[in-house]
């Protein structure tokens, strides 16, 4: 053991003292360079991919919207420039989502998340274009069938005009009681005509498929039960008209 003095030993304790307090400043400004050095990284790294991850998560916002507004449309007219809206959204979104592909392409990790998350845009892309698609094939057969359907009413209404001709059409004296049966049948073809006119409205509002099928039932019969009306109406006016 060492033989010192009092004042040695005082000497040699704070010479150990200082030696520590510079062992632990040494070692709490390397971690303090640590801290500064993570404290970059993640303003050059994490920072830009939140920011820009940001980005992406308001143009995926954007495009729900528009594709939300596309499938309420109600025209053909009106899907068109959600369509539109959509498609450039679409491509701003390509442009957002190549920067972030870019940051995270030196992280294993996040450069798998963001993998996954273009393949969920793939897939949710697809499936509103879809959407977009079939949405505007119904729009534009709702169309056809609507405008369909008011010129089958008008042919209705206009042979049914011609009924109430046949209504008041002034017979002889001596074939009034065969004009009054005439007439009668006359009355019973038109009425059938006003069912037909309602089976036509329904049919070109429903989107029950199987409601088309016996709709167009109803309107083969509401034809010949008027048919067999109108011959029977012929019948009586044969001897006079």
């Known amino acids: 053991m060492l033989n010192l003095s009092f004042n040695q030993k005082v000497g040699l304790g704070f010479a150990i003292i200082l030696l520590l307090l510079a062992v ?3 070692n709490s400004l390397w971690n303090l360079n640590d801290i500064s050095h993570s404290n970059t990284r993640v303003h050059e790294t994490a920072v830009p991919v939140v920011r820009v991850a940001n980005q992406v998560q308001i143009q995926l916002l954007k495009l729900a919207n528009v594709s939300a507004l596309g499938y309420n449309a109600l025209t053909e007219d009106d899907i068109k420039p959600y369509r ?3 498609d450039k959204g679409a491509t701003d979104f390509g442009t957002i989502f190549t920067k972030l592909e870019g940051l995270a392409k030196d992280d ?3 450069r798998k998340l963001v993998a996954d998350i273009k393949k969920n845009y793939d897939d949710y892309k697809v499936a509103v ?10 729009l534009v057969a709702k169309k056809k069938t609507e405008d369909e359907a008011a010129e089958l009413t008008q042919m209705s209404d206009d042979v049914g005009n011609s009924y109430m001709d046949i209504v008041y059409y002034k017979a002889p004296e001596q074939n009034k009681k065969d004009m009054e049966v005439a007439a009668g ?5 038109d009425s059938y005509l006003s069912n037909m006119s309602k089976t036509i409205d329904e049919l070109a509002r429903t989107t029950d498929m199987a ?3 016996t709709g167009i039932d109803d309107m083969n ?3 010949a039960d008027t048919t067999r009306s109108l011959n029977m109406a012929g019948q009586y006016m044969e001897s006079f008209d």
């Open 24 to 26: 632990s400043g040494g």
């Open 108 to 110: 294993e990790s996040m």
């Open 221 to 223: 019969q509401v034809i």
């Open 211 to 213: 409601r088309l099928d």
């Open 84 to 86: 539109t809206d959509f």
């Open 185 to 189: 049948n006359a009355n019973q073809a």
């Open 129 to 138: 274009n879809a959407m977009f698609d079939a949405k505007s094939a119904q």
